[in-house]
């Protein structure tokens, strides 16, 4: 059974950063591909970043140039890491895997950034 596990999110202050990384278990597969959403209460799930095997990450406007997602195939490990953040970026951060026909989410992380 595969499993993703997020760790990294925590309250820090307007201007600073966090990584955040999610990591699959179970799963042998060489190609990944690894989504990054967040979600405030309330409002719908947002996209982030998306990166794959040997691909070009993409970024939500909202997050670009401040953000950067990777990936560590042979860690099965995608990280995002977050500079410059601002009080807007506040929410629930989850990650999504994907390989084939297998596809997963991760359980959440709270990140919260204080004015």
């Known amino acids: 059974q595969v499993q993703l596990v997020e760790s990294g999110g925590g309250l820090v202050q307007a201007g600073g950063s966090l990584r955040l990384s999610c990591t699959v278990s179970g799963s042998t597969i060489s190609r990944n591909t690894f989504d990054w959403y967040r979600q405030v209460a309330g409002k719908q799930r947002e996209f982030v970043a998306v990166?794959?095997?040997?691909?070009?990450?993409i970024y939500a406007v909202s997050v670009k140039g401040r953000f950067t997602i990777s990936i560590d195939d042979a860690k099965k490990t995608a990280y995002l890491q977050m500079n410059s953040l601002k009080p807007e970026d506040t929410a629930v951060y989850y990650c999504?895997?994907?390989?084939?026909?297998?596809?997963?989410w991760g359980q959440g992380t709270q990140v919260t950034v204080s004015s």
């Open positions: 999504h895997w994907a390989s084939g026909i297998l596809n997963s």
């Open positions: 990166i794959n095997s040997g691909g070009t990450p």
